[in-house]
DNA sequence: CTCCAGGTGATGG
DNA sequence: CCATCACATGGA
């Protein structure tokens, strides 16, 4: 099933935006593999604008096009970023086919809980540690070869992937990827469960966030109706969420293109250029690209 | 080995 | 209100 976007989209580029987890390539080139709520989507890319779904065709109108933020114009979030100058500008142009996804925020409160203090390396690894313990995905076909070759089986493609398969975590097959536990089964977990996830010091946090959820002091569902304000404070309400935390979940799981998150790349930013967000329409969006330049430039951006 | 990572809570001024 | 500091651990 091939998807038509009316702008860009670059799944290599989303992949390495930083913003979701679990997802990678699936081996073949410009195939990718994107895991949310316990689905999977597997997608072939040969560059523009136009994306070849191989797995997950059933869910793609009901999930998958809205995680893709499919309706939204980036063309016109870059116009503005380009008339407005500086390092807007700069990021907008290096940048191609980026998009801002929509996560459960479920899922999106523990992976930022995860991420503080974190490389992204690490919070895959940590996420999908956790994950083990989560509900297995649902995938149409049995592997990522019988999906990613169908109808194109030559013997070097195979040793390809017979390669990939031994690459370990990063490259998974279906039947190994599971969703990030619910909260109920969170709680269930030990000390000794979370401590070997590696979770760290961060083991409570996740402890908090699901125990608020549970006893419904926490209602991820009925946020999805509050103001920007009142979302805000009552992420903060559970432990080890701050504010970037907090501005993460906003914009990536509620799609609040007023937060912005600032992490130490886009710190540097705003040490720079003081005014970088200013008079944006959408500066949720500009900070994702911001963090993409800033992280591929180095400190010295 | 050291240094840093998509920070936060606790503490003290 | 703002400035420090400890925090667990993996990856470079």
Redesign the pocket.
Known sequence: MKVHFQDEIDLQTIVD???CFSCGSAGAPGTFWFESGGRLLLARQNGGQDIEVLSGKTSWDAFWRRFFDYDRDYRTVKEQMKEKGGLCALAAEETCGLRVLRQDPWETLIA?II?????????R??LAKLSAFGAPVCFEGTSFEEITFSGASSKGQAKVLTRVQSEGPTKPQPEDLHALPSPKVLLSLTADQL?SC????RASYLHDAAEKVMDGSLDLQALKTADDEALQSAL?Q?????????D?VRL?AYGRTSAV??????KRVQKKEPSVFDGLSDPGIA??YL?CYA?RHG?EI
């Open positions: 935006s930083g913003q930022f991420s503080q203090r974190k490389s992204i390396p690490a919070i690894t940590c401590a590696g979770c760290g010091y903060m559970v432990k080890g969420v701050g504010v970037k935390v907090a993460c990536f998150p600032a992490d130490v790349w886009i900070q994702q963090f992280r400190k």
